[in-house]
């Protein structure tokens, strides 16, 4: 599997409730509705918890950046599905409509993402 994560800030017009709100709501089933042509296998938000009295001190205790509100992961079987989907203009078109919506509630400039590989080190099994 190679797996898509996106490390999310919000626009600064946007509270972390409505950055929450909207990306759970309305960009989590837009993606759901491209799932097939973009070859999605598995999708998870992951919503940062607003919550300073946890995050303050985490953070401060090794010197860490500002915290994301969310991280997005996605998931295709191969690099060769990926490159089927970009190669293809249902794909674009899809991948097109998905960067419009992103754009209404996430800071992309500041919103790193990167393909990879995971490893599992501990499992729910173990």
């Known amino acids: 599997m190679i797996k898509l994560s996106f490390?999310?800030?919000?626009?600064?017009?946007?509270?972390?409730?409505?950055?929450?709100?909207?990306?759970?709501?309305?960009h989590g089933p837009l993606v759901r509705s491209h799932k097939d042509v973009l070859r999605i296998q598995r999708y998870v938000q992951t919503h940062g918890i607003d919550d300073d009295e946890l995050n303050g001190p985490l953070s401060k205790s090794r010197g860490g950046a500002e915290a994301y509100d969310g991280v997005a992961e996605l998931w295709w079987k191969s690099k060769e599905d990926i490159m089927e989907v970009v190669a293809d203009p249902a794909g674009q078109e899809a991948l097109q409509i998905l960067l419009e919506d992103e754009a209404k509630f996430i800071d992309l400039p500041r919103s790193p993402l990167w393909m990879s590989e995971e490893h599992e080190i501990i499992s729910l099994s173990d």
């Open 7 to 26: 490390c999310l800030h919000r626009l600064p017009n946007l509270s972390h409730a409505e950055f929450s709100d909207y990306w759970l709501k309305q």
